[in-house]
């Protein structure tokens, strides 16, 4: 049985790709939603490249968006460190 969770993304070219959604979570404080997933490329060592974004929701619409802000992306490593302790 294949319990792989995956989604469908909208690349700015248009086309589609489906992607496996690893975890998706929200930080209450400030109110933004993440989703972790992986396209399971794997790098020059081996390890397989995840990709972070936040979720903006309007109505049924979902957007994925960039990570920019220093502050958000060391709490969602400092997450991610958790849960790679917790494995």
């Given at each position: 049985m294949d319990d792989k969770k995956k989604m469908t993304i909208l690349l700015e070219d248009?086309?589609?790709?489906?992607?496996?959604?690893?975890?998706s979570f929200k930080f209450n404080d400030n109110n933004k939603e993440y989703v972790i997933y992986t396209k399971n490329e794997t790098d020059d060592n081996g390890n397989v490249t995840i990709y972070v974004s936040n979720i903006t929701r309007v109505g049924d619409e979902i957007t994925?968006?960039?990570?920019?802000?220093?502050?958000?992306w060391a709490r969602i490593k400092d997450l991610l460190r958790e849960l790679s302790k917790n494995e």
């Open positions: 248009g086309t589609k790709e489906e992607v496996e959604r690893l975890i994925l968006n960039t990570v920019s802000d220093d502050n958000e």
